[in-house]
């Protein structure tokens, strides 16, 4: 722990079922290995098999969360880690540079104005909104990208950020255990900004997440640090 930060990277693989073995395509293994080997820093990858173990007793995981896809059981149990613990954040992607000193630069962690360190988004088109909200796309160079992110434990802008997660989740509960993600992975990530379709799994590709974290990082733009080193660009999907 530095400053009650954990040095620790969490990342999150729910892409299948409860009863099968965690396993992820050649591909994204290699991926992976080089996010693990590269970054230097200690990693936890929370499964189906283990992320029970992460749930603290006096602050329970939405009851929707059983019937979510294995993208959006991704998204929202990263938020839950940043809030209830803290630490690093990483999707997985290929790596070549460390964050060893990531929790030591600039004495961030000792500053009560920063909440967060990250990777400053590079285009419109990455930020992430809910309907009628594409205006904030033009403000994307204050805003950092979720998919690798430092984040101090119990900051406002993540305790928001899970409050309208859950309110989301809320309201999509009786509809989710309607049409529960039968597919391991997401729904409708080719149109991602388009209502769900009637009787099927109701939440769009951002609902759980993108369309909430970007309006509220931009509300709590001023608690910003920016410069983590970004991941690479290599696809393998």
């Not at 954990?6 to 991926?31: Q, T, Y």
């Not at 970054?39 to 990858?45: S, Y």
């Not at 992460?54 to 809030?83: E, M």
């Not at 759980?208 to 690479?232: C, N, R, T, W």
Request: proline share 7%; with cysteine; charged share 25%.
């Amino acid at each position: 722990f530095i400053e009650n930060v954990p040095k620790v990277v969490f990342i999150c693989w729910f892409g299948v079922h409860e009863n099968e073995i965690p396993l992820m395509s050649d591909p994204r293994f290699n991926a992976f290995k080089s996010l693990v080997e590269n970054i230097k820093v200690p990693v936890i990858l929370i499964t189906s098999k283990n992320y029970k173990y992460f749930i603290k007793q006096t602050h329970p995981i939405h009851p929707s969360f059983q019937y979510l896809s294995g993208n959006h059981k991704a998204d929202y149990f990263r938020v839950y880690l940043l809030l209830h613990y803290g630490g690093g954040y990483h999707d997985i992607k290929h790596r070549n540079e460390c964050w060893n000193e990531c929790w030591n630069q600039d004495n961030w962690l000792t500053n009560n104005d920063i909440w967060m360190f990250g990777r400053r988004e590079k285009y419109e088109g990455a930020i992430g909104y809910p309907p009628g909200m594409k205006h904030i796309q033009k403000e994307y160079q204050k805003l950092i990208t979720m998919c690798w992110i430092i984040c101090k434990p119990n900051s406002l802008f993540l305790k928001d950020l899970v409050k309208q997660i859950d309110e989301t989740l809320d309201y999509h509960l009786d509809n989710l255990k309607k049409y529960p993600a039968i597919l391991p992975g997401g729904y409708y990530a080719d149109k991602p900004f388009d209502l769900a379709p009637n009787k099927s799994y109701p939440l769009r590709w951002l609902e759980v997440a993108g369309e909430h974290f970007h309006p509220l990082m931009l509300k709590y733009s001023q608690h910003i640090k920016f410069g983590l080193p970004d991941a690479l660009s290599k696809r393998y999907k």
